[in-house]
Structure formats: C-alpha cells, structure tokens
Nanobody, 126 residues
Framework: VQLQASGGGLVRAGGSLRISCAASGLTFSGYSMGWFRQAPGKERELVAAISGSGGSTYYADSVKGRFSASRRNAENTVFLQMNSLKPEDTAVYFC????????????????????WGQGTQVTVSS
C-alpha cells in the first residue's frame, strides 16, 4: 500500500490550496481517509476525515467552514481543499487510511490508521 500526498506549497494568508493523496495497493473505496497535520513542536492532529463512500465527513473545529475533504474513488484519490488559509494552518499535512469509519474518538486517533503518506508541507505567510 502506498499513499502519495502532493500539492503543498507556500500561500499567503487568505489564499487557497488543494492538496491530494493518491493511493495504490488497496481497495480504495473500502477505506476511510483522514487528513492530519503536524506543526513543529506540536502533536499530529486530525484536520478532516471522509468515509469510504464519501458520504460522511468530519472536520476539526479549527478548519470547519474553510476546509473541505472529497474523494474520487475511480481515481483512488482524496483531496483537501483549503480556503481562507491562516498562518496557524502552516504544517506538514499527511493523509492516512483506515478500514472503518466510527466515532470521533476513533477517527482522530492516529494509531487507528494503518497506512500513512509521506506528508506535504503547507506554509501560510502572514
């Protein structure tokens, strides 16, 4: 199984960015996908998650209304559209896959994800 995140970069505050995660080696529609981020000196935190069908999503309060997760199962790809970016959104963003959906507690727990991408850097300048 491989997860390849891409699309990160440098953007000014208030700008937008879309990052992608391409998956291979798994039945993609059977996996819920999570987007996590980790800033220097901070723990990895869940930003958004989307169920295998795409019918259910979860967003952290800090990004609700600004970020949107989507997926194209035919292309084995999940996306995170990030709008109205803030300097505090600066972090390395990781995609991760797990076989179940579940409650917030389980969705947000990193150890519940069996597969991880390598991360893509998102930097928001003020």
């Amino acid at each position: 199984v491989q997860l390849q995140a891409s699309g990160g970069g440098l953007v000014r505050a208030g700008g937008s960015l879309r990052i992608s995660c391409a998956a291979s080696g798994l039945t993609f529609s059977g996996y819920s996908m999570g987007w996590f981020r980790q800033a220097p000196g901070k723990e990895r935190e869940l930003v958004a998650a989307i169920s295998g069908s795409g019918g259910s999503t979860y967003y952290a309060d800090s990004v609700k209304g600004r970020f949107s997760a989507s997926r194209r199962n035919a292309e084995n790809t999940v996306f995170l559209q990030m709008n109205s970016l803030k300097p505090e959104d600066t972090a390395v963003y990781f995609c991760a896959a797990r076989t179940t959906w579940g409650t917030f507690g389980s969705i947000a727990t990193t150890s519940n994800y069996g597969y991880w991408g390598q991360g893509t850097q998102v930097t928001v300048s003020s």
